[in-house]
């Protein structure tokens, strides 16, 4: 069974850093494009950053470039997201995806708080 197992979410102080896990199982990890989305309340998903299991190419949102960062460890399975500097506009749940070709999983959401 596929599976991405997200973890690391928690409530921070603006200014503050969380680093987000997501380890995989069930299919070919380093054949994906394996990323980060998010979802804040009452607001559509968008994603936050990914990254190509070939060449590591990495994609950031806007919102979040110099902020944050991604990275992978295709023995592992695993992918993470440093979150710096996290910001009141950063609270949302995040979820781990992977996709390549026509296949796409989705991992549960971790959910991230930041006051002000």
């Known amino acids: 069974d596929v599976q991405l197992q997200a973890s690391g979410g928690g409530s921070v102080q603006a200014g503050g850093s969380l680093r987000l896990s997501c380890v995989a199982s069930g299919f070919n990890f380093e054949r994906y494009i394996i990323g980060w989305f998010r979802q804040a309340s009452g607001k559509e998903r968008e994603g936050v950053s990914c990254?190509?299991?070939?060449?590591?190419?990495?994609v950031y949102a806007d919102s979040v470039k110099g902020r944050f960062t991604i990275s992978r460890d295709n023995a592992k399975y695993t992918v993470s997201l440093q979150m710096n500097s996290l910001q009141p506009e950063d609270t949302a749940t995040y979820y781990c995806?992977?996709?390549?070709?026509?296949?796409?999983?989705w991992g549960q959401g971790t959910v991230v708080t930041v006051s002000s």
């Open positions: 990254m190509d299991g070939y060449d590591g190419k990495t």
């Open positions: 995806n992977a996709r390549w070709g026509g296949a796409e999983y």
